[in-house]
């Protein structure tokens, strides 16, 4: 969110991984809260197809 050039390369090195999100239309940045869920609800939709 307030990161204006993204995350520090240092934070970044000490990530076990890192996602990216698609951004549509005029957002720009979501905060942690909301990626979280976006990234949960996709987590939960891959599983129930997979069943």
């Not at 999100?21 to 990234?39: D, K």
């Amino acid at each position: 969110g307030a990161e204006g050039k993204g995350m520090r390369r240092l934070t970044r090195e000490h990530c076990d991984f890192l996602v990216k999100l698609p951004m549509a239309g005029s957002v720009s940045s979501l905060n942690v809260s909301v990626a979280t869920g976006v990234c949960l609800f996709e987590v939960v939709r891959q599983r129930s197809v997979s069943k």
